[in-house]
């Protein structure tokens, strides 16, 4: 349990901490069964002595586990040394189910929420919500608490929009309403770099955080890119086909390729990292270490 000295020391707005230098933060999910949660508790002791600058839950728009986001957050925030960052996104709710949602956080000392419009599940009969984008999320944290406000950036860009021009455009726009931005995962710094360009371009200087996600499975990371519209480049392919079907030499390569980009985005001016665990620890360990940020990883 952490003490009260820390606790108080630790309390902190994500983009108060991103002022104060380089952040590195890590991604969780709510998990969906008692042996995940066993899974997701190893990780959590296992990565917090590289104390992280905030850690994040996702929150499953429209799924069961959404109670489980609110639980694990305010649990990592008072039980352990790590800030918690909630993630809540629009799909499949009221607007007085969202001022619900925010106003308890605010109520247990939540700081920092990632607001996102979500996909709603493709099999379940639910509503759409009533929000329709994200930046009308980000102006309902804000007229609730006093929270440092997250978004969503996609350096590919997102799925749905009509076009680059204008996703970018809608970007630029909730960001500057916005305190900070995390990207979706890609494999390719330029795409990160020409994402940062276009939203300054629109005259938004807050600072995008990009998405890392270190590759663990081929067949995993293929099927994730393709749902979310980022690139597999056939070089990676080619690097992981190589090495066969071995989890060790899979994951190696995964680690390699992920702390070279994670070095060109950092030496391009990325003011942080914010690693996707997908609740394991030894990728984001590995990487680590591979960075030089921690002599014990
Ligand atoms: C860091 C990160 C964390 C995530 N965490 C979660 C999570 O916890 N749970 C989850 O379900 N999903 C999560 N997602 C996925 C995200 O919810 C999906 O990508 C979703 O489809 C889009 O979310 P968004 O916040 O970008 O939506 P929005 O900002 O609402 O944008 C959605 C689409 O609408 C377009 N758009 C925006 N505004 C307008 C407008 N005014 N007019 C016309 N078009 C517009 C955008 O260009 C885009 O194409 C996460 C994504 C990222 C990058």
Redesign the pocket.
């Known amino acids: 349990m952490a003490s009260v000295a820390t606790l108080i020391d630790r309390m902190a707005k994500v983009h108060e901490l991103l002022r104060q230098g380089t952040t590195y933060s890590f991604?969780f999910?709510p998990p969906r069964s008692d042996e995940m949660e066993q899974v997701l508790s190893r990780t959590l002791v296992a990565l917090e002595p590289l104390a992280p600058t905030f850690v994040?839950?996702?929150?499953?728009?429209g799924?069961s586990t959404r109670d489980r986001?609110h639980e694990l957050v305010v649990s990592i925030n008072q039980s352990t040394t790590m800030t918690a960052m909630a993630?809540?996104?629009?799909?499949c709710h009221t607007r007085a189910e969202l001022v619900e949602i925010v106003e308890r956080y605010r109520d247990a000392g939540i700081e920092n929420i990632?607001?996102?419009?979500?996909?709603p599940p493709a099999d379940a009969d639910l509503p759409e919500g009533e929000l329709?984008?994200?930046?009308?999320?980000v102006r309902l944290v804000r007229s609730i608490g006093d929270f440092s406000v997250?978004?969503?950036?996609?350096p590919e860009?997102?799925?749905?929009?009509?076009s680059l021009t204008?996703?970018r455009?809608?970007?630029a726009?909730?960001l500057s309403e916005a305190d900070f931005?995390?990207?979706?995962?890609f494999f390719e710094p330029e795409h990160y770099f020409e994402l940062v360009a276009s939203v300054r371009a629109h005259r938004v200087d807050k600072p995008i955080v990009p998405?890392i996600m270190p590759v663990t499975s081929l067949s995993s990371i293929e099927r994730m890119a393709a749902m979310?519209g980022s690139e597999f480049p056939a070089w990676l392919r080619a690097k992981l086909e190589a090495v066969g079907d071995d989890p060790k030499a899979v994951r190696a390569v995964g680690v390699e390729e992920a702390t070279k980009l994670c070095r060109a985005l950092l030496d391009g001016g990325a003011p942080g990292l914010?690693f996707y665990t997908m609740n394991r620890s030894t990728a984001t360990r590995e990487i680590y270490q591979a960075l030089g940020l921690t002599s014990t990883a």
């Open positions: 991604e999910g994040s839950v996702t929150y499953g728009a799924g986001t993630h809540l996104t629009c799909a990632l607001a996102l419009g979500g996909d329709r984008y994200s930046i009308e999320l997250g978004v969503a950036a996609h860009p997102h799925p749905r929009s009509a204008e996703d455009l809608h970007t726009e909730k931005a995390i990207t979706q995962f998405g979310q914010h």
